[in-house]
């Protein structure tokens, strides 16, 4: 069972970009085989689509946060 960890955007975009290193495809590239079934289950795999899930949804809620913060 994983533990929970936080990690800051950076260190998010950095995991992501280490997967993409190890397995030689961009994390778009990786999740539409991935979604597509073509590519199995395993853990690692998981792992990294779980991490673009939470780059996807994290971003505009960060993007939100720098044009705040810009405002103020």
Known sequence: MLKSQHMTFDELSE???AYE???GYSTIQFYRRYRDGEL????DLMLWAG???LYLTS???RQFMQSE????
């Open 51 to 53: 991490l673009y899930h």
């Open 15 to 17: 995991r992501l970009r």
């Open 59 to 61: 971003l505009p809620v």
């Open 21 to 23: 290193q190890k397995y």
């Open 40 to 43: 199995g289950d395993d853990d």
């Open 69 to 72: 913060l810009a405002a103020a």
